[in-house]
């Protein structure tokens, strides 16, 4: 049997490399296959950190008898759900219309068309309960393949049309946001923090709306800040965060936070440092940025994804069982798999929580580790296609391991959270080459969206998922903000970034289109829409901009430390913008184009300070105390 998956671009195919099952990667070629031998097609869906998915392979996938049966009756694809992004979104909307309990593995079986006709999760090797055995179910849907084929296909074409309908529809603006913050406040567990019952998640996104709205000046919501206050204190203190490594975990399955999913994954970790760093909560995100630096670096410099759940104990793998212990026995006991996956859309998030940390509290380290993780980006994700000027460039790589690049699309999620980390580095440093890097990325992504058929202002250079394209599956991806921001929240935040930074309406007016896409739903369900929420309030709030100004290198960017640098950083992300670089640095951004930095000088070689709204600023400031009342009255 050929072995597919042994030098794939993903540890979690690589673990699945010794299995009898005849394992195909995703590719026009499996389903090739399957035509040929006129067979349907079982799309088994998981990722590295999976605890269901490590034991559905070890009951079913690794008994020689089921896997007989699997090889003779079907093509069974495996595929990694990070890696393939676009192909896990596309089969949980077709899963939806067969199981309400979406998860992980999700198992999709279609046909060689690539229409899904029946899809469900974990499935035991034996029959519990209402549960059918996984054997049962696979001969149930031989049976029906060769013996109601009509109805199969029948099936599998109205999901797809069901599928090619689901489009964003376009509405107005959130602008009450009095009401979403009232019904966030009704989701709140009162007693135990955290928003609804069983199973409980950081929900990240929402968190930082809350920040954003319990930090501006003129619009200060004391009920939004004391909603993100006390859901933040409760997970710190909670089991939810590992008190040994300072990380977060997945999420709890229990309402008190108690008994937690033990996977460890970049995405929250990177979103909760930035939320406990703009909460000021120094000590729970200098825990979090050492479980980044210490547990998930790699010496690239880039990040890997995630730590899985399990460890090895006795020869047995067992979830949970690292985490009970202390420092010191952790230390002589074999560590869970650490999946070293490194995801662009992943590190773009850990590049920009690491550089807003890092300026916000004065931390160089961690703006040096945002550094090492942007630079290997654009150097072996990006590469140098993408230089100034540039927009297309080549294409964007979703996922590498050990140099090995997957042919898996990037996804607007990918290009997005990596422009908007960039952009937040370009701030921290003061260095124009980071928020160039983010202008190709966006201006790519605007020429993509301008050269398609989408509804939304941006597309992918590279286009979308090429399988899924060619059998009309390729659906506008989820819009959103659910564990982490959406390619489109993504996207259009570092867009209208780069409008505070350039003053290019163009950006402006792609962020607000794009939202307009997402207001009704975000409107009717703000817990799953937070970084849209984040944009809206932002958009429909006048633009504040700080810039400061000093002579000498040592005053600017990240190692500055003037009292006008400080208060341009506390402004930074809670209601405006806020930079702080020196003469050289605003010269140079000016020079490419960013308007925010046009005839900014320190005066008489003094720190100076110039308060913008919408680009037209006060006269500049050298003195500390006027500029902090001016902040407090506007």
């Keep these: 049997m050929p072995n597919r998956l042994e030098t794939a671009a993903s540890p979690y195919l690589r673990s699945h490399a010794t299995n009898p099952v005849n394992w195909w990667e995703w590719s026009a070629e499996a389903f090739a296959e399957a035509e040929r031998r006129d067979v349907p097609v079982l799309v088994s869906i998981g990722y590295s950190t999976c605890h269901w998915c490590h034991v559905m392979a070890r009951e079913s996938f690794s008994d020689p008898v ?21 192909v896990d979104s596309t089969y949980l909307a077709a899963a939806s219309a067969f199981t ?115 930090a501006r000046t003129a619009e200060h919501s004391p009920e939004a800040a004391g909603l993100a206050d006390r859901t933040l204190k ?116 850990a590049i920009e929580a690491l550089a807003l940390a890092g300026a916000r509290h004065g931390n160089p380290e961690w703006i040096a580790l945002a550094r090492g993780a942007a630079d290997f980006l654009l150097a072996e994700h990006v590469g140098a296609g ?14 590498s391991i050990d140099g090995i690049l997957s042919d898996a699309a990037a996804t607007l999620e990918d290009s997005g959270m990596l422009a908007q980390g960039l952009l937040e580095l370009s701030i921290a440093t003061g260095e124009v080459r980071y928020a160039l890097a983010a202008r190709n990325l966006i201006d790519g992504a605007l020429a993509a969206g301008a050269a398609g058929s989408a509804s939304s202002p941006f597309g992918l250079p590279g286009g979308t998922d090429s399988v899924l394209a060619a059998q009309g599956l390729s659906t506008e991806a989820d819009i959103s903000d659910g564990a982490h921001p959406s ?70 960017g990240a190692a500055g430390g003037h009292e006008l640098t400080s208060l341009a950083r506390k402004l930074h992300r809670a209601g405006g913008i806020g930079v702080a670089v020196s003469q050289a640095q605003a010269d140079a951004f000016a020079a490419s184009g960013f308007e925010l930095f046009a005839a900014r000088a320190a005066t008489d070689g003094a720190p100076t300070a110039y308060l913008c709204e919408e680009f037209v600023c006060r006269l500049p400031l050298t003195d500390a105390a006027a500029l902090t009342a001016l902040l407090a009255s506007a």
């Design 234 to 349: 409760a997970m710190a203190a909670s089991a939810l965060r590992d008190p040994v490594d300072g990380g977060f975990f997945r999420y709890s399955t229990q309402a008190d936070w108690t008994d937690p999913h033990y996977e460890r994954m970049l995405y929250d970790n990177a979103q909760l440092l930035a939320a406990y760093a703009l909460a000021d909560s120094a000590e729970i995100a200098t825990g979090v940025a050492d479980f980044l630096r210490d547990k998930l670096l790699l010496p690239s410099g880039a990040f890997a994804s995630g730590l899985d759940s399990e460890s090895t104990v006795d020869g047995k793998r067992v979830e949970g069982f690292y985490y009970s212990l202390d420092a010191a026995s952790r230390a002589r006991v074999e560590a869970p798999p650490r999946d070293d996956k490194i995801l662009t859309g992943w590190n773009g998030l």
């Design 386 to 399: 993408n230089s100034a000027g540039d927009p297309a460039g080549e294409r964007l790589v979703r996922t």
């Design 100 to 214: 309400p309990n979406l998860g992980w593995p999700l198992n999709v079986f279609v046909t060689p068309a690539g229409r899904a006709f029946f899809a469900g999760t974990y499935w035991p090797p034996t029959a519990v309960g209402q549960h059918p055995a996984f054997r049962q179910v696979l001969e149930s849907v031989t049976d029906a393949w060769l013996t109601r084929r009509e109805q199969v296909e029948t099936s599998g074409s109205a999901i797809a049309e069901a599928l090619a309908r689901s489009r964003a529809v376009e509405s107005e603006l959130v602008t009450d946001f009095a009401d979403v913050i009232d019904a966030l406040a009704a989701a709140e567990d009162l007693e135990h923090g955290g928003f609804g019952d069983a199973p409980k998640f950081p929900v990240t996104p929402v968190l930082r709306f809350l920040l954003d709205r319990g």
């Design 487 to 556: 390619g489109l929240s993504a996207m259009a935040a570092a867009a209208h970034t780069l409008f505070a930074l350039t003053g290019d309406a163009q950006y402006r007016d792609a962020a607000e289109t794009s939202m307009k896409l997402v207001g009704q739903l975000a409107a009717q369900q703000p817990i799953s829409f937070g970084t849209a929420l984040t944009l809206m309030s932002e958009l429909g709030a006048p633009l504040r901009q700080l810039v400061v100004v000093t002579a000498d290198e040592a005053g600017g």
């Design 66 to 86: 089921l896997a007989a049966y699997l090889n003779e009756n079907f093509v069974a694809i495996k595929v990694d759900r990070e890696e393939h992004a676009e």
